[in-house]
């Protein structure tokens, strides 16, 4: 395309790309066209006018890239924001659903134990009530201690950026002043107000504590029914001098105080499925004599790790 | 005028046929128009300056589209896409700059 002979002078190859790119930003050929239309040798007659068509064709062909790249650019923006608006519909209509499913069980329950009120005798009720509320099945109330655990402040190390987590509430803590609370004689403990079973997990799931696969934040409140003196023992136990020494080395928050008139919902669900007696029941056939059977049985709060 | 007309009917093509580009072209559809409009840019100041040619706007035009794609998709290959990709944009950006304001000063003569 280029002819040598044509401006020579002018067609200098300066090494410096760059410089030339901004001195004349021009594609050389069109000069060199010019030049040759000049001396009579650029094309004429239907060579020209299929020439022109094909420019525009071409420029046809431009539109038609503009178009289509107009119309990508606008489907691909909402991509992200479409896949995470299905993803959070998605979480909602679950959510509703398990709303729903659970309301329904609640009923359902509620039917059963009418049910069961009307088939069995006055003193068998009495005493299912009393394991219901003994395994954590059913709604109790009553007085006993109210311990509130926060996180203590989790500063930003300026130097690497990360978030210090050490004075963040562990499960293991959690788990801890559960123990000691079954320990002292509490007779239901719920943790921010899920209740816990026998069969209750306190898990840690990355940054998050699981209570039953339901998550708890911070401040964590275990409230326990349970004698009197709960929120005294538990404070001056051993679980007391752990969450006091927290305290004083991480700036974590501890409270333990009687409380009145707690009411701690039933849990959602029993996860116990099929039991079997460990040894022979007693001549009395009373399977549970108090709350101590409650006690050794909170240790599968660390079920799960 | 034609032009313009043409510009006008592939645009109007490109919205009636509503074609769905390639997930392998996609990215390349980005730099294809950046080369598209450098050459528009050259034909149009070339046109301003009474020095238009159709077979040297044709085949800049092509020969742009197809050199920026085959770059980034060397780029892709080997592993530089993106620095390739800016490479390509900053040289066409540059280039369309100059143009558009060699057009400007035809324009309006400032």
Known sequence: MTSPESGGERRTFTPDFLTELF???LDPGYADAAARKARGEGPAGALKRTLAGITALTLAALGFLLAIAYQQTVADAPEATKARDTLIEQVQKRRSETDGLQARADQLGDDV???????????AVARLRDLEAQTGLAPVRGSGARVTIGDGPTPINPVTGNRS???????SDLQLAANALWAAGAEAIAVNGQRLTATSTIRQAGE???????????PYTLEAIGPGDLAEAFH????GKFFRELVSRYGMSFEAKSAKGMTLDAATELKLRVTVVATPPPASGSPSPGSGSSEPTSSPSKGGR | MIAVLALVAGVVLGIVLHP???PALQPYLPIAVVAALDAVSGGVRAKLDGIFDDKQFVVSFIANVVVAALIVYLGDQLGVGGQLSTGVVVVLGVRIFGNVAAIRRHLFRA
């Open chain 1, 23 to 25: 001195r004349n930003p």
């Open chain 1, 208 to 218: 998050a504590i699981l209570v039953d696969f339901q998550p708890v934040t911070t």
């Open chain 2, 20 to 22: 769905t580009v390639p």
């Open chain 1, 236 to 239: 001056d136990g051993y679980a």
């Open chain 1, 165 to 171: 987590t050490e004075a963040r509430v562990r499960d």
């Open chain 1, 113 to 123: 134990s009418q049910l069961r009120e009307a088939e069995l005798g006055g003193a």
